[in-house]
């Protein structure tokens, strides 16, 4: 199994712009987390869903942070207009049931300008 | 507010020697406590992870050591390598809730 695949793996972009996030879980995985990496602020959760269905997006900075997950082998993190603030590794990760065994993405390391 | 409290930010250890983490919770109601290691530029892995049920968890040189009555838990790493150099993170949830994920130590092992 190839594991949890994230694309980019680094994204510079300006202050404005939309930015697209993109995950695919591991096969057979009912489980997707999206979480923030910051030196300030550590691993934060920011949505996760269940069998394609958002359950928990507490964790969502603001209204310019959306995610959807149209089937169960696809998901976008998209910030729209991105702030320098946004700057920072954004994993993704899946897990087989539940919150537990989770197992993560290489991760996406964003700059905004 | 940080539900998960790690110690200390960093740690610097001898090759051979016992490299020591702890983390405090104050949700009772945490049942799983994972342990993660991460390299640069990886994700996070997970490692070991123990339930509180009980106190110790070994596996090869890691092992997780749990006090329930303290809400503590701790990362032991045994004849610790160059190549345990990572960043560790420490975590707890409850049933069908999420991480919440502890600052993380960054360990330098000195050859």
């Known amino acids: 199994d190839a594991g949890v695949i994230q694309s980019p793996r680094h994204e510079v972009t300006e202050m404005g712009q939309e930015v697209t996030l993109r995950c695919k879980p591991i096969?057979?995985?009912?489980?997707l987390f999206w979480y923030r990496q910051t030196m300030m602020r550590g691993l934060e959760l920011l949505i996760y869903?269940?069998?394609?269905?958002?359950?928990?997006d507490s964790g969502m900075p603001e209204d310019r942070f959306s995610a959807k997950m149209p089937n169960a082998s696809f998901s976008t993190l998209k910030i729209q207009p991105s702030e320098p603030r946004d700057s920072a590794v954004y994993f993704c990760?899946?897990?087989?049931?539940?919150?537990?065994?989770?197992?993560f993405g290489p991760g996406t390391r964003l700059l905004v300008l | 507010q940080q539900q998960v409290k790690q110690s200390p930010q960093s740690l610097i250890v001898q090759k051979g020697g016992i490299s020591i983490i702890n983390c405090a919770y104050e949700n009772t109601a945490f049942d799983y406590f994972p342990w993660y290691q991460q390299f640069p530029g990886k994700g996070p892995a997970l490692l070991i992870a123990?339930?509180?049920?009980?106190s110790e968890k070994k596996e090869g040189r890691f092992t997780i050591s749990f006090n329930k009555s303290a809400k503590q838990f701790s990362l032991h790493i045994m004849d610790s390598q160059p190549g345990d150099s990572a960043t560790y993170f420490c975590a707890a949830s409850y049933p069908g809730n999420q991480f919440y994920f502890g600052t993380g130590t960054s360990l330098t092992v000195i050859p």
């Open positions: 096969s057979g995985h009912d489980y």
């Open positions: 869903f269940n069998n394609n269905v958002p359950i928990d």
């Open positions: 990760a899946s897990s087989p049931a539940g919150v537990e065994t989770q197992y």
């Open positions: 123990i339930r509180p049920d009980v």
